[in-house]
């Protein structure tokens, strides 16, 4: 990759690998080996300006991993206020004892569960009937992600039943796709904004 970078980012990627090195060396060799980051193009879009904003440091690299747990504190919070206490607090329960998303996976990583943020305030917002924050939410997340993208499909489903039954679209069911049509165009031109443009759709498909 040294064809690619400037000095001045040559320079700057040295100093970040001796940070991580002196934090761990074997955190470091592992990293580098991974192959496994599948960020879509709005998720680089994101995390390439935050990561760019803060000086890399032990201390940052402390902080930023919190990121993720403030933003899942701030949904499940919403969640409750939304659904009640008592649903919200068997949403925490299970959400804190499922074991196929254990923390040791990507616990701790930077921005990798913005979409999960993301979904969780969509469903809340659907339930206190602001539907168009519904809508920009469920682009978010899927954008972020993509399978979230599948949430919407009992939506879909609604919408198609209304056509047959009513002959036409719930407002809210509008509203909805309104608030998720703006989002995803904004999502897709920020996605395409960095590296490669629209190419960066190509790579991450």
Known sequence: CRARCTEARWA????DLTQYGNASKAALRGSLRDRGYNGSPIHTFMAMHVANWIPLDYGALSLVSLYDVVGLTLMLAFVAYAF??????????FFFVQFCDRHVFIGNSFLRYIWMVALGCSLAAMKLRKYTLSGVFMAIAAALNVFP??????LAVKVAVDLIKRRGIAREHKRCGTGASAAGVVCLALG?????GVGNYTQFR
């Open 12 to 15: 700057e990627f040295q100093h």
């Open 149 to 154: 993208v599948v949430f919407a499909g009992a």
């Open 192 to 196: 395409a904004a960095h590296s490669n």
């Open 84 to 93: 009640g206490p008592r649903v919200g607090l068997v949403f925490v329960l």
